[in-house]
């Protein structure tokens, strides 16, 4: 059977469609080249328009999990397709992986250009003053921008499937703990630089732990696997990404005494978003061991 893939028409059918599939799926140790030349014998002109449609579908797939930082210097990128959006990220960012957990549950198509951070592009800094990511860019050129705004931009812009609670108060009761938990994150970081300073960190890590503590008794208070209720919502999103890394950053003996804490951390590595976008704790560690370094590798893996 011919299929004619003309310029503009969909590429909806056919061997080469079932390919593009079988790339989306993860199946891509078994992508047939072979399936470009199907077409070949039967109409010409088809080719091009043909390679061009499987570019661009196996183009917008592979963008969030291979393409390398933009640096200073680079060109800027067009405008947003109409029907998406954009998220300007860094792939071991845990900030800019509280915006990409939230596209991710919420199924928003979007596109994703990395910024080197320490090299960014002028393009960058004129959407964005503060240089800083995440940062989100709309087909309309609106750009939003600090991790836990976008998130709630987000939300309310694709409200099919609600993160935050409707609830007033129950939406009030996540970002007072999202407020908490501000103060615990820059324990993070400081406990494993200091550390690489050779300094004593026993003060640090023993503030760390009473503040894990404390999460600790928020899900004992509210007798729910999650932070925001039973299932996975808002909050857990936000939080996540630096458990995430507490392996990598050797802090997870910071965890010994929070039980219900660490169930929520297996809770955590069996949603399916959570599973999409999780980097292995060797992964972290070594492009934390070049950020660590003064020297990081932002490009690490690719």
Not at 20 to 49: D, M, N, W
Not at 122 to 132: C, H, I, M, Q, T
Not at 293 to 302: F, M, T
Request: hydrophobic share 35%; proline share 6%.
């Amino acid at each position: 059977m011919h299929y004619d893939y003309g310029v503009g028409q969909p590429l909806t059918q056919g061997p080469v469609f079932d390919q593009i599939q079988l790339f989306k799926s993860g199946g891509h140790s078994r992508f047939h080249t072979s399936a470009f030349f199907f077409y070949c014998g039967e109409s010409s002109r088809a080719v091009p328009s043909l390679l061009i449609a499987l570019f661009l579908q196996i183009h917008t797939v592979t963008m969030a999990s291979t393409q390398k930082c933009a640096v200073k210097g680079s060109c800027a990128p067009e405008a947003v397709p109409k029907g998406k959006i954009r998220i300007y990220s860094m792939r071991f960012c845990p900030y800019a992986q509280r915006t990409r957990l939230v596209l991710h549950a919420k199924g928003i198509e979007h596109e994703t250009i990395n910024i080197h951070l320490r090299s960014k592009p002028d393009w960058y800094l004129e959407k964005n003053p503060l240089g800083a990511v995440p940062a989100l860019e709309t087909p309309c050129g609106h750009v939003v921008y600090e991790s836990a705004i976008t998130c709630e931009y987000l939300d309310e812009l694709y409200p099919e499937k609600k993160l935050y609670p409707t609830d007033p108060f129950a939406k009030a009761q996540q970002k007072m703990l999202l407020e908490e938990y501000s103060k615990v994150i820059p324990l993070f970081y400081k406990i494993p630089m200091t550390k690489n300073e050779g300094q004593d960190v026993s003060a640090l890590e023993a503030e760390l732990k009473e503040k894990l503590s404390n999460l600790n008794k928020v899900l004992a208070n509210k007798k729910t696997k999650f932070f925001g209720g039973d299932s996975v919502s808002m909050i857990d999103y936000l939080m996540w990404p630096w458990f995430e890394r507490a392996e990598a950053w050797e802090l997870k003996h910071c965890l010994d005494a929070t039980p219900l804490l660490n169930n929520w951390i297996l809770q955590m590595k069996e949603d399916p978003t959570v599973k999409a976008l999780i980097l292995s704790s060797d992964i972290h560690k070594a492009f934390f061991s070049s950020y660590m370094g003064g020297n990081p590798n932002y490009d690490y893996g690719l």
